[in-house]
């Protein structure tokens, strides 16, 4: 029904701890059928020591760490880390600036970021900088795809550098 539909259907399941000691030290719940039936798994962590906390040591958030463990449509065993804000959902510009740090677009001298005319110390203040100036979120996210893709030319790259 629901490739007949174009819907995604996902799965969500927990790992408890393997009393056995045979095998795996985790196993899923409801048994293995879900392993081999699923056409792509996602290994999803979030260490205490990874909470994002305010100045106060509030936290707001979490960075993930997310593992494809198998994937029947791409290339498994790819990882990534993103920030998920509790009541927002994955931070955009969190990720953008990730990406925008990744391919030398925003330079980073200890903990101060700077792009252009904007320099902020910490990444939560950079990122927040880019809620406040969509623009800005906009324009690093154009330059990162175009570095990815391998699309930024010579004059367009040394245009960057001289905005760094």
Not at 66 to 91: L, M, R, Y
Not at 147 to 164: F, I, N, P, Q, T
Request: proline share 2%.
């Amino acid at each position: 029904i629901a490739s007949r539909t174009g819907c995604t259907v996902l799965f969500i399941n927990q790992l408890r701890a393997n009393i056995g000691g045979y095998g795996l030290s985790e196993v899923t719940t409801g048994g293995r059928a879900l392993k081999y039936a699923a056409s792509m798994r996602a290994e999803v962590r979030a260490p205490a020591s990874l909470f994002l906390k305010r100045a106060g040591g509030e936290a707001y958030g979490m960075r993930a760490k997310v593992k494809v463990t198998k994937n029947k449509i791409a290339p498994p065993h790819k990882s990534c880390e993103f920030d998920i804000i509790w009541g927002q959902g994955v931070s955009k510009e969190s990720c953008v600036l990730e990406a925008a740090l990744t391919y030398g677009i925003v330079e980073k001298r200890g903990a101060w970021l700077s792009y252009g005319d904007v320099r902020k110390q910490g990444r939560e203040h950079f990122a927040a900088e880019m809620r406040r100036v969509p623009a800005l979120c906009e324009e690093l996210a154009e330059a990162a795809k175009a570095r990815a893709s391998g699309k930024l030319e010579e004059e367009d790259e040394e245009a960057v550098v001289a905005e760094e």
